[in-house]
């Protein structure tokens, strides 16, 4: 039984390309990947419905499960790092992506999964770059409990999305925070995190209620940011309480780009 292997690459799986899979990938003896596996389906239509490794713990490379128009399941229950990038973007038959062992990868990429209504990753301390998960029209909630540091979450155009939850228990806010056009995101929880000088936080057209403006107004201060941008204006979010209003005013007079309701 393979239990370790460095790399595979089956990059177009599609019925137009040379690995044309179908029904369910599986490797159910591996445990380590040195290297990196690629599985495109390129939007062909493929026929792979599954995928599979139960006993994979590590990777030192990159996974790519991307583009499978037909995938309606990901199996990695014991997958604990990935030094690259995993990648389970564009599956559009995807309800559910759960990662409960995942503790670390430079980039997580769960985007543009038209049914995909919920990501549970309760371990996941560390994304060294990027969480990306834009473009999930029926993703309701997004919720890192372990998170310690991530510079750059992206949830954009998640449209049914209502609440987004990081630990942050690093004690900063993404330095990059853009959920623009999440038109029904109103709840946000950092744990207390501060923003960073610098920092861009893109929160318009979305739906806030006023706690969440004011947290973000208030994470500035505590933050003491002075060329930060907050973008809160537009959709239906809610203007500031009196105390978030002189935290929005003390934030422009310190040199930051702050527009609210």
């Given at each position: 039984s393979l239990v370790s292997v460095n790399s595979i690459d089956l990059a177009n799986t599609g019925a137009g390309g040379p690995s044309n899979i179908a029904g369910v990938f599986s490797l159910p003896s591996l445990i380590t990947l040195t290297g990196s596996l690629e599985i495109y389906g390129f939007g062909f239509g493929?026929?792979?419905?599954?995928?599979?490794?139960?006993?994979?713990?590590n990777c030192d490379g990159s996974i790519f499960v991307a583009t499978h128009n037909n995938l309606t399941s990901i199996s990695l229950p014991l997958l604990e790092t990935v030094t690259g990038s995993l990648n389970l973007g564009q599956n559009n038959g995807i309800l559910s992506i759960s990662l409960p062992s995942?503790?670390?990868?430079?980039?997580?990429?769960?985007?543009?999964?038209?049914?995909?209504?919920?990501?549970?990753i309760p371990s996941l301390e560390t994304a060294i770059a990027s969480i990306e998960v834009s473009n999930c029209p029926s993703l309701l909630a997004f919720s890192a409990p372990s998170l310690i540091y991530c510079p750059s979450i992206a949830t954009l155009s998640c449209t049914s999305l209502t609440s987004i939850q990081a630990a942050c228990s690093g004690?900063?806010?993404?330095?990059?925070?853009?959920?623009?056009?999440?038109?029904?995101?109103?709840?946000?929880?950092?744990?207390?995190?501060?923003?960073?000088?610098?920092?861009?936080i893109y929160l318009d057209d979305c739906n806030l209620s006023e706690a969440s403006v004011d947290l973000i107004l208030?994470?500035?201060i505590d933050g003491g940011t002075t060329v930060s941008i907050y973008e809160l204006a537009g959709g239906s979010s809610q203007p500031p309480s009196a105390a978030g209003i002189l935290n929005r005013d003390a934030l422009q007079l310190a040199g930051n780009t702050v527009n609210t309701n």
């Open positions: 493929t026929a792979m419905t599954g995928f599979s490794l139960p006993l994979l713990v995942f503790v670390s990868c430079d980039h997580l990429i769960i985007d543009s999964c038209s049914l995909l209504t919920s990501i549970s004690g900063l806010i993404p330095f990059i925070l853009n959920c623009t056009s999440s038109t029904s995101l109103d709840s946000l929880d950092f744990g207390g995190a501060v923003a960073q000088d610098g920092c861009e208030q994470a500035g």
